[in-house]
């Protein structure tokens, strides 16, 4: 079964202090993994997924098949950057539904 | 392209009543996803639609809880005699196809509330 856990519900960094987003996953294929963000009072969002292997915001995210994780990283987090981020698994056979983590909500101190 | 419409945003219904929630998925699109989240909670999928067929319901609860996707119009999630426990945010999303490439482009959200 497809499982994706956030271990930590809330996260607290400083302005200018590296951030590191956890997310593991189960699944017995070949996953596609994706972090979706949503802003207050936005509608969530894609902000990248692990094929596109790119950096976005300064967010980057590395797919560690051996480890089952792909945690979000960025290195200077900035106040903008609170918000609700939610790491995506979808199975690579026809039809599997997505299944996010429970959240993680980043909230970035001045 | 509006994006994923949802209406209507706010939905307030006594215990008992029906709650008829509408999803129109971007231009183009013909796969829709339905997903509820409980206060404090993730997402949690429910549904999974194509054009007059339902893909996947696993996440459905098997009483009071239908979707459907028309050839014609809007996606439907209803709840029929609701309860409190109902009270949550229904979102939308449509992709242009199944599977992972494709990423899921979601609606503001539906906020039912059940007195």
């Known amino acids: 079964a497809q499982r994706v856990t956030q271990p930590e519900k809330l996260l607290s960094v400083f302005k200018g202090a590296p951030v590191e987003l956890k997310c593991n996953y189960s699944y017995s294929g070949s996953p596609e993994l994706f972090w979706y963000v949503q802003y207050s009072r936005q509608r969530l969002q894609l902000l990248l997924r692990h094929i596109s292997r790119e950096s976005i915001k300064g967010f980057t995210a590395d797919l560690n098949k051996g480890e089952t994780s792909f945690h979000l990283k960025k290195p200077f987090a900035q106040e903008e950057d609170s918000a609700m981020y939610y790491c995506?698994?979808?199975?690579?056979?026809?039809?599997?539904?997505?299944?996010f983590g429970p959240g993680t909500r980043l909230s970035v101190l001045p | 392209n509006a994006g994923v419409m949802q209406n209507p945003r706010h939905l307030v219904r006594r215990r008992g009543q029906e709650a008829r929630l509408r999803c129109s998925p971007m231009k183009g699109h013909s796969h829709v996803y339905w997903y509820r989240q409980l206060p404090e909670e993730g997402l949690k999928f429910m549904v999974y639609l194509q054009k007059e067929n339902i893909i996947d319901e696993s996440g459905m609860p098997k009483e009071r809880f239908s979707a459907e996707f028309p050839k014609e119009g809007p996606s439907i999630l209803r709840i029929q005699q609701v309860v409190r426990g109902d009270s949550a945010a229904y979102f939308c999303?449509?992709?242009?196809?199944?599977?992972?490439?494709?990423?899921?482009?979601f609606g503001p959200g539906t906020r039912l509330t059940v007195l």
């Open positions: 999303a449509s992709s242009p196809r199944s599977g992972g490439n494709y990423e899921q482009f």
């Open positions: 995506a698994l979808s199975g690579s056979v026809h039809g599997q539904n997505f299944v």
